[in-house]
C-alpha cells in the first residue's frame, strides 16, 4: 500500500468506533473517586483493600502493555480488539455485582489486562488505516483529545450517576459499549498483523512484567509513605529486570520490541517528551483536586465539572497542533506547546487561599492546552517514525513511558509538594495536621468552630504554597523540556519505511 493513499470515509468513521474503547479505558482510571465510600460502606473495604481496588487497574494494565502490544503484532489488532473488548465488558459486570472486596480487586485486574490489549490495539490500527502522514496527525489528534476527555469525564460521569444509581452503575455503563464495538469492529475495522513475526515470547513477557510493575509500585509507596526498605528493593528489583529484559531482546530470534527503534531520534525524544508532559499533567491533577475541594469548598461533584470546564477550550489544542506542525518543524511546535504549559505553570505560582476560582482554572487550561498538544505531536511522531509492523509494540511503549511519567508526577511533584507544605506550617502543629491538607481538614472537622478555622485557616496557606512551590519547579522542568525538546526534534520527521508495507488480513 502506498504511502500516499488516502483515508476514505470508512476509515474515519472506524476511529469513531476506535474512540469507544479508549474513552472507557481512560475513564475507568478516574471513575471510581466518588463511588469508594459507598463500595466502603457496602463492602466493608478496609483501608488496604480501598487502596489495592483502586491501584490494581493500573498495576496490571502498565504491567502487560508490552506483552500486548507484541502479541497484537502477532495474532492481529483488531482480533486483539476483540478479546479485550470482551475482557473488559464481562470484568465490568463482575465488578458491579461484587460481593465482597476480594472479587472486586479481581474484577479490576480483569479490567486492567483488557485496557492493556485496547489502548495500543487502538493506536496501532491508527497507524495501520491512516497512511497519510496529514491525516494520521488529525486522527491521532483525535485520539489524544478522547483519552484526556475520558479521564475529564470519568469523576464527572461517576458522580452523576452515584447520585442516581448504585455505586455498581459505574462499571455497567462500560458493557453496552463493549457490545457496540464488538458489533462494530468487524464490519468497519480492517485486520493486520506483522508478517513472519514469529513465536511469542514468554520468557520477555514474563521479564516485562516483571520490570514494569515493581518499579511503578515502589515509586508510589514512596510518593504516599516515604523512604523505606521495601519500595527501593522493588525499585532496584524492577531495574534489574528491567536490564534482563533488554538482554533478552537482544537474543531472541523473536524478539517483543525492536531496540532499533530507540536510536532514532525522533521515536526516543518522544518518548522522553511525553513521559515528562504526563508528569506534569498528573502533578498538578493531585494539588488541582485538593485546592477545588478543600480550599475553596466546593463538594466533588462541582470540583469534577469545574476541573472539566478548561477541556472545553483543550479539546481544540490537539488539532491546532497538527495543523502548526504541517506549516512548521514540529520541534519548534513542541518547544511552543511546552513553554505555553509552562506559563500555565506560572499562573498557578499566583493562587493563593481566597483566590478567585477562575485562577487556578486558567492556570490548569493553558498547562492541559500546551500539554495535549505536545502528547499529541510526540504520539503521532512515534507511530509515525515506526513501520506499520511495528506499530503494536510501539504504541505499547509509549503507554508504558506514560505510565512511569503519571507514577513519577505523583512521585516527585506530589514529594515536594509535601515538603512545601510542612516547611510552611509552624513546628508546634499537631502530626495529623502536618500529613496534609485532608489530614488537616479531618482534624479541623472535630473541632468548636474557631479552634477549627485557625486549623483550616493555617492548612490552607501552607498547601497554597506548596502548589506554589510545585508550580515553579513544573515551569523551570516544562521550560528546560520546551529546549531540549527542540534541540532533539529539530529537522526530524518520523521516517516511513520504504513501502510502508502493512498486511491486511481478511
Known amino acids: 500500500m502506498s504511502t500516499t493513499e488516502r483515508a476514505g470515509r470508512k476509515e474515519w468513521i472506524a476511529l469513531g468506533v476506535l474512540a469507544l474503547p479508549l474513552l472507557l479505558v481512560s475513564m475507568d482510571v478516574s471513575v471510581l473517586y466518588f463511588?469508594?465510600?459507598?463500595?466502603?460502606?457496602?463492602?466493608?473495604?478496609?483501608?488496604?483493600?480501598?487502596?489495592?481496588?483502586?491501584?490494581?487497574?493500573?498495576?496490571?494494565?502498565?504491567?502487560l502493555l508490552i506483552t500486548m502490544g507484541s502479541l497484537g503484532d502477532r495474532i492481529g489488532r483488531r482480533r486483539l480488539l476483540l478479546f479485550g473488548a470482551v475482557a473488559f465488558g464481562l470484568a465490568s459486570v463482575a465488578a458491579a455485582y461484587a460481593q465482597t472486596p476480594e472479587q472486586l480487586i479481581a474484577a479490576r485486574a480483569i479490567l486492567g489486562i483488557g485496557g492493556a490489549t485496547l489502548m495500543p490495539s487502538t493506536l496501532a490500527l491508527i497507524r495501520n488505516m491512516f497512511h497519510d502522514p496529514a491525516q494520521r496527525s488529525k486522527a491521532i489528534a483525535f485520539w489524544s483529545a478522547v483519552m484526556l476527555g475520558g479521564i475529564s469525564l470519568g469523576p464527572v460521569l461517576g458522580g452523576f450517576l452515584l447520585e442516581h444509581f448504585w455505586w455498581g452503575s459505574v462499571f455497567l455503563i462500560n458493557t453496552p459499549a463493549m457490545v457496540l464495538l464488538l458489533i462494530l469492529a468487524p464490519l468497519l475495522l480492517p485486520e493486520f498483523k506483522t508478517p513472519d513475526a514469529g513465536r511469542f515470547d514468554l520468557i520477555g513477557s514474563a521479564l516485562s512484567l516483571a520490570a514494569v510493575l515493581p518499579v511503578i509500585w515502589g515509586i508510589k509507596e514512596l510518593a504516599a509513605h516515604g523512604a523505606s526498605a521495601l519500595p527501593v528493593v522493588a525499585i532496584v528489583a524492577g531495574v534489574v529486570f528491567g536490564a534482563l529484559f533488554v538482554q533478552r531482546q537482544r537474543t531472541a530470534s523473536y524478539p517483543m520490541i525492536e531496540l532499533g527503534m530507540f536510536r532514532s531520534r525522533v521515536f526516543s525524544g518522544s518518548l522522553a517528551a511525553n513521559t515528562i508532559g504526563t508528569l506534569a499533567m498528573v502533578g498538578n491533577a493531585i494539588f488541582m483536586t485538593q485546592y477545588l475541594q478543600l480550599v475553596?469548598?466546593?463538594?466533588?461533584?462541582?470540583?469534577?465539572?469545574?476541573?472539566?470546564?478548561?477541556?472545553?477550550?483543550?479539546?481544540?489544542?490537539?488539532?491546532?497542533?497538527?495543523?502548526?506542525?504541517?506549516?512548521?518543524?514540529?520541534?519548534?511546535?513542541?518547544g511552543g506547546a511546552f513553554v505555553l504549559a509552562a506559563s500555565g505553570f506560572v499562573v498557578l505560582t499566583q493562587v493563593g487561599p481566597d483566590s478567585p476560582l477562575a485562577l487556578i482554572l486558567v492556570g490548569s487550561g493553558l498547562l492541559a492546552a500546551g500539554l495535549v498538544m505536545v502528547m499529541s505531536l510526540v504520539t503521532e511522531a512515534v507511530v509515525g517514525s515506526v513501520a506499520p509492523e511495528r506499530a503494536g509494540s510501539a504504541s505499547a511503549v509509549m503507554e508504558t513511558c506514560s505510565e512511569f511519567g503519571g507514577a513519577l508526577g505523583i512521585a516527585i511533584l506530589g514529594s515536594?509538594?509535601?515538603?512545601?507544605?510542612?516547611?510552611?506550617?509552624?513546628?508546634?502543629?499537631?502530626?495529623?495536621?502536618?500529613?496534609?491538607?485532608?489530614?488537616?481538614?479531618?482534624?479541623?472537622?472535630?473541632?468548636?468552630?474557631?479552634?477549627?478555622?485557625?486549623?483550616l485557616a493555617t492548612a490552607r496557606h501552607a498547601f497554597t504554597h506548596s502548589l506554589n512551590v510545585v508550580a515553579i519547579v513544573g515551569a523551570l522542568l516544562l521550560l528546560a523540556t520546551a529546549v531540549a525538546a527542540t534541540l532533539t526534534l529539530r529537522g526530524l520527521t518520523p521516517v516511513e519505511s520504504p513501502t510502508d508495507e502493512v498486511q491486511p488480513v481478511a
Open 35 to 63: 463511588a469508594v465510600p459507598f463500595v466502603s460502606a457496602d463492602l466493608g473495604v478496609s483501608a488496604t483493600e480501598q487502596l489495592w481496588i483502586f491501584d490494581i487497574y493500573g498495576f496490571v494494565l502498565a504491567g
Open 416 to 455: 515536594i509538594g509535601t515538603a512545601a507544605y510542612r516547611a510552611d506550617l509552624p513546628s508546634d502543629v499537631a502530626a495529623p495536621i502536618r500529613e496534609g491538607l485532608p489530614s488537616a481538614t479531618a482534624v479541623a472537622a472535630q473541632l468548636p468552630g474557631p479552634a477549627a478555622e485557625a486549623v
Open 296 to 334: 475553596l469548598g466546593l463538594s466533588p461533584f462541582k470540583a469534577a465539572l469545574w476541573a472539566l470546564a478548561p477541556t472545553v477550550v483543550v479539546g481544540g489544542a490537539a488539532p491546532v497542533a497538527a495543523i502548526l506542525a504541517r506549516r512548521v518543524d514540529r520541534a519548534y511546535v513542541i
